[in-house]
């Protein structure tokens, strides 16, 4: 089993439609982090979190929103999906203290909003 | 602040060497880098920390310039299973990285 797992891998929606992705891992890491991958522009960080009581924007926050459920669980929603929110996300987890360590990411969920 | 990445792509043959640089407009704490196989997750390759250390991974090294705020990724003889797209990762000491737009490389037989 993976040790950072994301549902579901593949969603299909309408505009307008709340979404919920999830993220859980068995590595009892502190830091986890929700990046968006589309062609040409990387990854871009969407919230992350140092633990359950923490939680801060990234570059590109606006239209998500973030809950951590506990220190192995972090969701990402998208309380009105829109199409131009159709993309790749990842969830990354990293033993937090001081500077940033080796991220861990999920296998991904793609998510396309029609 | 995206690290810049160059070159966006680049084709080898195998046995060949390559180079991707990264740079950044602001000071750099640490970078990070990562390769992503088609339809996978990206995956860590080193950490470097501001100093002007280099690491290595088999074949596959690293330098850091603090002062220029630039970090090169060095792949050397170039096997078939490193093609994939190469992203550097920043860290400005705010712990979490800002990622690059990537660097996809293409090595053919």
């Given at each position: ?28 890491h502190?830091r ?30 606006d ?49 396309t909003?029609? | ?22 740079s ?16 996978e ?28 705020q ?7 003889a ?16 705010n ?7 990537g660097?996809?490389?293409t090595?053919?037989?």
């Amino acid at each position: 089993d993976a040790d950072v797992t994301q549902t579901p891998r593949n969603r299909i929606t309408k505009t307008g439609k709340r979404i919920m992705l999830e993220c859980s891992q068995t590595k009892g890491h502190d830091r986890m982090y929700w990046y968006r991958q589309d062609p040409g522009l990387g990854l871009r960080l969407i919230y992350y979190s140092f633990d359950v009581k923490d939680i801060n924007k990234g570059e590109i926050s606006d239209g998500y929103s973030v809950s951590r459920q506990a220190q192995a669980k972090f969701s990402l929603s998208l309380e009105s999906a829109i199409p131009n929110q159709t993309a790749l996300y990842f969830c990354a987890t990293t033993l937090g203290s001081g500077n940033t360590g080796e991220l861990f990411f999920g296998e991904g969920s793609r998510l396309t909003v029609l | 602040q995206q690290p810049v990445q160059s070159p966006q792509a680049v084709i080898l043959r195998e046995g060949e060497d390559a180079v991707i640089n990264c740079s950044s407009s602001k000071a750099l704490y640490s970078v990070h880098w990562y390769r992503q196989k088609h339809g996978e997750a990206p995956v860590f390759l080193m950490i470097l920390l501001k100093g002007g250390e280099q690491k290595g991974h088999e074949k596959i090294s690293a330098s850091f310039n603090e002062k220029k705020q630039q970090s090169s990724l060095y792949l050397t003889a170039s096997q078939l299973s490193y093609s994939g797209t190469y992203f550097c990762g920043t860290d400005f000491g705010n712990e979490k990285l800002t990622f690059g737009t990537g660097t996809r490389l293409t090595i053919i037989p």
